[in-house]
């Protein structure tokens, strides 16, 4: 997880604004390790854990002046299979703003052995270089089955403000969690913790007459299951934030994550350093780009649509995730060509606003990043910013950042989550849009013709829409390289066949990508007296994510949106050839969807047509029937798209 300076902190307190830092790790001595985990073999309650964690502590202490704060983590992790040995790595992120510092370990062998991680093996890798945004792994040395690894390191940011949450959990068994916050008492720190029904949280304060720390942990925590298509792991874990609320200096009380309106304030007030506002202090030219872009247009949504694509297509995208801009302009931004998800949107609205419309910004949080909480003031819980103009008395959600989005249109990652208007006189909270499966549809239609020697040929047609294209448009790929990838996908889907003559037609403006092809079975695989034709390709299902049954199923289901997938596959034969075998008729339809098909022969004509349609309408799964009723769609698909059409020549 990344994160962003907050430059309008330095406003608010008066300082500039350090967190997360103490004395280096190497400084500290390493804490004992008890007999009792040297002679761990198996976790109670979780006989196949390939590891455990033992023992995860973190330490959040807080500058009075908030100029020199810290996080400490140190992690113990024991391997018990072979399969366990994966968990003794490990990856950080860092910035400019989330700084990495001390990272050291060490293995302890089964033999008493003690190996140091060594520098060679630490790996940097740097994707951002205007933030300097960069990747540590690390793998610890010498690591075998019944090996202890532990690590620790220290983590520098630039401000108080930034509130993540402690998770208590992770993918293997958990012995022990927890997290301290040592803040002092001109701080005020509110805990919001995040636990499941019936799970107790340890809690433990220690007061000075300067401060107080405050000690919240969790013991023998379950793994969070890697099944497929669960809820994000940030849903699912038990956690903690710590959210400050306000500051006292010299006797004055500085409001700071106190509700959503002050912190709406801290944004787009009229402060100095409040970071929109700032950001817009010098935006003259992007206004009169706007008004001189959309001069001869008439009406408002012509203007919106000709300033979203200049912003999507010319404004190159900065990696990054968060509310907060960097330290420019507008201006500087429309300048440099390129800005980040926060910058384009917050360009597009000055360059809106040049044409004379009105917009909000919008926050939000991506499905798979997790849910936002509206009960906690924390804007750090976001990591989407769009904008949402009104046109024609319609609020229309717009995402520049993605040169592949039509205007008006979402990521599915989007689709029906919480987002935030951000408004200085009253932030509300608004749902962003639901497609439904007819929305987000694949569309097949394949044409085969049986030659009289058993040689079999034909074309194709695909054609994808609403989500189903967004994941496949590529307007950065070349023409070649599109129809290259295309016809290696073909060619899995059919197997056995030469795919030859792929076109693509990638329409960004529609949310459609149509692709053709012509296919024949290659000489080595024809038969002369026999014919198996596949009859669901290129949509078959050949392996089941949710075969899992029901009553084994840990997590709630979140697919990423609602579907269609519609099949018409024609066959033609000469004289002489019949059927010898054909697919079972799949007919079932239950409240998250269908799966159905349908076979029409005419034997006067020696043709035939299935039909084959699977919808699937839900996608958050929480209960056990919903998952239920997923597991018999899928199951009824694959043993229906194993059944093949048989051709004889008698």
Known sequence: MFFRSNWWAVAVLGVFLTSLATLPASAKDWPEIPQSEKTLTQVPGFPEAPAVVLLRQGLLTIDPQGRSSSLDVYTRIKVLTEEGREYANGTIPSSNFWRLRGLEGRTHLPDGRIVPLGDDAKFVEEYSTLYKRRVHTFAMPEVQVGSIVEYRYRINFDTVLLAEPWYFQWSIPTLRSEITLDKPNNFGYAPYPLMPPGVQLETHVDNTPKSAQMTYALENQPPIPDEPARYPFEDLSSQIVFLPFEAIFSGQEVPLLKDWPRVVELFQGSGEEATYSRFRRKDHAARKRGKDLTAGLKTERDKAEALYRFVRDEIALLPTVGVEPGRRSADAVLGDKRGDQTEKALLLQAMLEGAGIDSSIVWTN?????????????????????????????????????????????????????????????????????????????????????????????????????????????????????????????????????????????????????????????????????????????????????????????????????????????????????????????????????????????????????????????????????????????????????????????
């Open 366 to 650: 991506p499905r798979s990043w997790g849910r936002v909480n509206p009960q906690i003031p924390n804007p750090y819980q976001f990591h989407g910013v769009l904008l949402a103009p009104e046109i024609g008395g319609e609020r229309i959600f717009l995402d520049p950042s993605d040169r592949d989005l039509a205007f008006g249109a979402l990521e599915p990652d989007y689709d029906g989550v919480q987002a935030l208007l951000i408004d200085t006189k009253k932030p509300e909270w608004v749902t962003l849009p639901v497609s439904i499966a007819d929305d987000n549809t694949r569309q097949a239609v394949v044409r085969l013709e049986v030659a009289e020697d058993g040689g079999v040929k034909g074309v194709g047609t695909l054609e994808l829409r609403g989500a189903h294209a967004w994941q496949e448009l590529d307007s950065a790929r070349s023409e070649d390289d599109t129809v290259a990838r295309w016809t290696k996908w073909l060619e899995t889907r059919f197997s056995g066949y030469a795919i030859d003559g792929v076109t693509v037609d990638q329409d960004v403006e529609a949310s459609r990508v149509t692709v053709r092809w012509q296919l024949a079975l290659r000489p080595e695989e024809v038969l002369g007296d026999e014919v198996s034709l596949a009859t669901a390709a290129p949509f078959t299902l050949r392996d089941n994510p949710f075969s899992l049954s029901p009553e084994k199923r840990r997590t709630p289901v979140r697919l990423s949106f609602p579907d269609s997938d519609r099949l018409e596959l024609h066959v033609e034969w000469p004289e002489g050839w019949n059927i010898d075998a054909k697919p079972r008729v799949a007919n079932l339809v239950n409240p998250l969807g269908r799966m159905v098909t349908e076979l029409t022969v005419d034997g006067a004509k020696r043709s035939l047509v299935l039909t084959r349609r699977m919808d699937v309408t839900g996608t958050d799964l929480a209960g056990g029937a919903g998952y239920g009723q997923l597991h018999a769609l899928y199951e009824m698909a694959q043993l229906s798209d194993a059944e093949p059409l048989v051709l004889v020549h008698e």
